[in-house]
């Protein structure tokens, strides 16, 4: 019986990384909504409450959330600050976070325009990548995604501090498309009441795989990406973490 208690104990500890337990310190962007929003610990979102119900509920890990600037989020967990952040896994990211195997969370990116402008009707008539040419794209200043998916394509676009900043640009007619995760976009458009005036296209042009990312620098062992990865996996196969997610989505952040 101590044989297996010790044991239990080894497990634990392993997982943990800490024989204190410490709170599992994960950061987020402070201003993506509905993803995730708010300084400090009044960060809130569909990945806070996501990861809140995998690690802390399902796992039994407490969990520290706090939320700030993306790139001090990126900063934080390359020096070992943060031992967690949910986001692409990039080859530079890797360098110095160990990503989990399971994808965390899907983003579907769209193209937002003006109704019934040039862009509107160009991308009906054509929505292919090649009629971005003859538009005037908007993006995020440092959006990784902007640099590589332009990029590739070979197409020019200008950049705005965020994303209302695109829209409100659409809207007095200075931009023509902003590609945008369908929720992010969705929620600006309706805090700025342009439910009438902006519109979200149908056509998927990228999806973006969100893995867990742990700092290389975490007191948190490998261990735990592997439980971390199972428990995924089990609320997959279980229909769970899609019910999960619907009710996530659906929640008035």
Not at 17 to 30: H, M, Q
Request: with cysteine; glycine share 6%.
């Amino acid at each position: 019986m101590t044989k297996i208690f010790l044991t239990f104990v080894t497990i634990s500890c392993v997982v943990i990384g800490s024989a204190t337990a410490e709170p599992i310190k994960l950061s987020y962007n402070s201003d993506w909504p509905p993803y995730s929003s708010g300084v400090g610990k009044k960060v809130n979102g569909i990945l806070p409450d996501l990861m809140r119900e995998i690690i802390e509920n399902r796992m039994g890990l407490e969990v520290e959330q706090r939320g700030t600037a993306w790139k001090r989020v990126q900063l934080r967990v390359k020096k070992g600050l943060s031992d967690i952040f949910v986001t692409v896994p990039t080859a530079t990211r890797k360098k110095y976070a160990i990503s989990s195997k399971g994808i965390v969370y899907s983003l579907e990116m769209r193209a937002v325009v003006k109704k019934g402008s040039t862009a509107h009707e160009s991308l009906q008539n054509d929505p292919g990548i090649e009629t971005f040419h003859k538009l005037r794209v908007c993006d995020i200043l440092g959006n990784g995604f902007a640099q590589n998916f332009y990029g590739k394509h070979k197409i020019d676009f200008m950049t705005a501090s965020n994303v209302s900043a695109c829209l409100r640009m659409e809207n007095i007619n200075r931009a023509d498309v902003l590609i945008q995760p369908l929720a992010i976009a969705s929620t600006a458009i309706k805090s700025f009441g342009l439910e009438k005036v902006l519109i979200t296209l149908p056509k998927v042009y990228s999806k973006m795989g969100f893995t867990l990312l742990q700092s290389k620098k975490s007191s948190l062992q490998p261990e735990f990406i592997r439980k971390f990865d199972a428990t995924l996996a089990k609320m997959k196969e279980d229909g769970s973490y899609d019910a999960l997610v619907k009710r996530l989505r659906a929640k008035n952040y």
